[in-house]
């Protein structure tokens, strides 16, 4: 089993700054890419920034600039530092993983449970 948990989220005032964490732990071999994604409320789950375990990032397009996204590999953890927030960022932040549990086994997801980042004055 693979359990992601993540940590860091609350309220922050607008131009304010937050970074979250993600560990992962449980059976894992291999974690190739790990990611942030967000869901605000009545809208659908996107992705925030994903990096890749040789460091290879990408972002969308709205947080360019302000969200820097991060991993340690020994630690199993992936981080987001996000800067400059906006109203707009408010959202649930999930992590995820694409996991190989075992040298043969597939390639799955695994998300975490959410974090609430609020952004108002």
């Known amino acids: 089993q693979v359990q992601l948990v993540e940590s860091g989220g609350g309220l922050v005032h607008p131009g304010g700054s937050l970074r979250l964490s993600c560990v992962a732990s449980?059976?894992?071999?291999?974690?190739?890419?790990m990611a942030w994604y967000r869901q605000a409320p009545g809208k659908q789950r996107n992705l925030v920034a994903g990096?890749?375990?040789?460091?290879?990032?990408n972002y969308a397009d709205s947080v360019k600039g302000r969200f820097t996204i991060s991993r340690d590999n020994a630690k199993n953890t992936v981080y987001l530092q996000m800067n400059g927030l906006k109203p707009e960022d408010t959202a649930v932040y999930y992590c995820?993983?694409?996991?190989?549990?075992?040298?043969?086994?597939?390639?799955?997801?695994?998300w975490g449970q959410g974090t609430q980042v609020t952004v108002s004055s």
């Open positions: 995820k993983a694409v996991v190989q549990r075992t040298a043969m086994s597939r390639f799955d997801d695994y």
């Open positions: 449980g059976s894992i071999f291999s974690l190739p890419a």
């Open positions: 990096v890749t375990s040789g460091g290879s990032t």
